[in-house]
């Protein structure tokens, strides 16, 4: 099978620091890839390499036969790419219907709809006049999350989903993955969680210092492996 994404020896850099070196990736459509390490390991830097969002990053990154080198971010959303960021980054003076409809930007077509969101997150629904900024936490990540789904991407990448989110809460947003999946879209979660990467996963890569400690099909592997990964002890 053809893979997704192929991503080969990523480095990034900011100005003189690297943050990551010389990263292997890659994913098959449909397929739900958690990616685990500790803080700074280099996960937000690489799901923002993806997007075009570190201009200073050397890879050859083919994305469905296309290589994405030198693109902006615009254009990588418009193949397909779609990010929900660490912290939302939501447009505080916009109401959620608003909000939602940026995703439709990417200009592609696809199963998504506000209908479709709606049905995924009710609550989106009720509160679709209303400042995004009114809203919960995890309210604020299920626009997030139906926002990157409205431009109806192949990739769907997620900072850190449940970060500073009640475990009720984390419960209700993870249970939207199989959902997302249902339609082929292939996912990166970067999650904190090992237990939580291992129970959401088909894959597990876990990265340490900006390098690439472990990467593994999820049923081969235990918790205590990618908790020895992820502390640097492998
Ligand atoms: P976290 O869980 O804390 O978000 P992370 O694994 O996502 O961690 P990154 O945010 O990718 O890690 O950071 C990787 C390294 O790059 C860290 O050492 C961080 O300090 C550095 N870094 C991240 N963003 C910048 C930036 N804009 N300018 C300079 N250094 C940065």
């Not at 709809?113 to 400042?131: A, G, H, M, T, Y």
């Not at 969680?193 to 592997?221: I, K, N, P, Q």
Request: neutral net charge; charged residues 20%; contains cysteine.
């Amino acid at each position: 099978m053809t893979n997704l994404l192929d991503v080969k020896a990523l480095d990034a850099f900011y100005g003189d620091f690297q943050a990551l070196f010389g990263i292997d990736f890659s994913i098959s459509a449909g397929e739900t890839v958690a990616l685990v390490g500790a803080n700074g390991a280099g996960k937000s830097t690489f799901l923002r390499s993806l997007t075009g969002l570190v201009p200073d990053r050397n890879a050859r990154i083919v994305f469905n036969g296309l290589n994405l080198g030198g693109l902006p971010a615009y254009r990588i959303a418009r193949e397909g790419i779609a990010m929900v960021p660490e912290g939302r980054r939501l447009f505080p003076s916009l109401n959620v219907e608003e909000n939602l409809l940026m995703g439709t930007d990417s200009g592609r077509k696809g199963a998504w709809s506000l209908e479709k969101v709606f049905s995924l997150f009710p609550v989106l629904r009720d509160r679709r006049n209303q400042k995004a900024t009114s809203l919960s936490g995890g309210q604020q990540q299920m626009v997030a999350i139906g926002r990157a789904l409205l431009s109806n991407p192949l990739l769907l990448l997620c900072d850190e989903l449940s970060l500073g989110l009640a475990p009720v809460v984390i419960e209700e947003i993870y249970a939207a993955v199989p959902q997302i999946k249902a339609d082929g879209c292939a996912l990166v979660i970067v999650e904190q969680d090992v237990r939580r990467a291992l129970d959401m996963s088909d894959r597990v890569v876990c990265f340490l210092e900006g390098h690439l400690a472990l990467a593994r099909e999820t049923r081969e592997v235990s918790f205590d492996v990618v908790s020895a990964a992820y502390m640097g002890k492998a």
